[in-house]
């Protein structure tokens, strides 16, 4: 998969290119990650990216050319590499407090593109001209401000990523985290088996495939039900979920 992204500071991306399962993902030429600085691309000698916003207020705003002209090379660039250049297979996002909010389908329906164009604002944002008319989706991590899009834009690369085929080194360990099936993840245990007087749950230590399922998907729900009631209420079991759930005491009734 392809990945452009337009920032100021480039440098931050070290931390996904050059550290973990990412940058073995790249290493191992699963990922291409490009960076591209729309100051390589003003017309003036202070290589200015930002102006005062018309109609007065506080802060700068991003100004769209260097961004429109950043864009367009990214295209070409993500073209190059192999990807078809549209929003279905490889999108100019933006990363703004007023995008869709990040979730674990919208990750898996990204992991599916050719490619991604990460567009990182800075300031109290961008030209909305350029938005309308480069712009294919907004992109929110959460209903918070933060001083860029550098690390929302990290956030998303890391989750889809991981969502790559062959990425992970165990397949399964993307299918079992929290959100994969609604359900926020169980607990887990690692030696040793005693741990500051608290002993591994003995159904782990059983070898019983079945009631180990069965005993995390309560646990499941119980930390769902307690932590995320609104993820709970959404949730649709399996049919195998749907008679572990009647069989469950009253106190943890999921009924």
């Known amino acids: 998969m392809y990945f452009a992204v337009i920032s100021i500071f480039p440098e931050m991306f070290t931390a996904i290119r050059d550290f973990g399962i990412t940058a073995r993902a790249c290493n191992e030429g699963k990922v291409t990650i490009e960076c591209i600085n729309p100051r390589d691309y003003t017309a003036d000698n202070y290589r200015r990216i930002d102006e005062r916003p018309y109609g007065g207020g506080p802060g700068m705003v991003m100004m769209a050319e260097p961004l429109a002209k950043a864009i367009d090379d990214a295209r070409s660039r993500a073209q190059a590499y192999g990807c ?148 709970w209420q959404a949730f649709r079991p399996s049919a195998e979920q749907a008679a572990w759930l009647k069989k469950m005491p009253k106190d943890n009734d999921a009924s």
């Open 84 to 231: 078809r250049i549209d929003a279905a297979h490889c999108p100019v996002v933006y990363l703004s407090p007023q995008g869709r909010q990040l979730d674990e389908g919208g990750v898996l329906a990204m992991s599916k593109y050719e490619g991604m164009i990460l567009l990182c604002g800075r300031y109290e944002g961008i030209d909305e001209r350029l938005l309308s008319q480069y712009v294919d989706t907004e992109i929110s991590i959460g209903d918070y401000v933060l001083t860029g899009g550098e690390l929302p834009a990290m956030v998303v690369m890391d989750s889809v990523i991981r969502r790559l085929p062959e990425v992970m080194g165990d397949a399964q360990s993307a299918e079992q985290d929290s959100f994969v099936d609604g359900l926020l993840d169980c607990p887990h245990y690692t030696k040793p088996h005693v741990f500051a007087d608290m002993p591994v749950p003995e159904v782990l230590m059983s070898g019983h495939h079945a009631n180990i399922a069965k005993w995390r998907f309560t646990q499941q729900v119980q930390r769902t039900k307690a932590r995320r009631p609104d993820l």
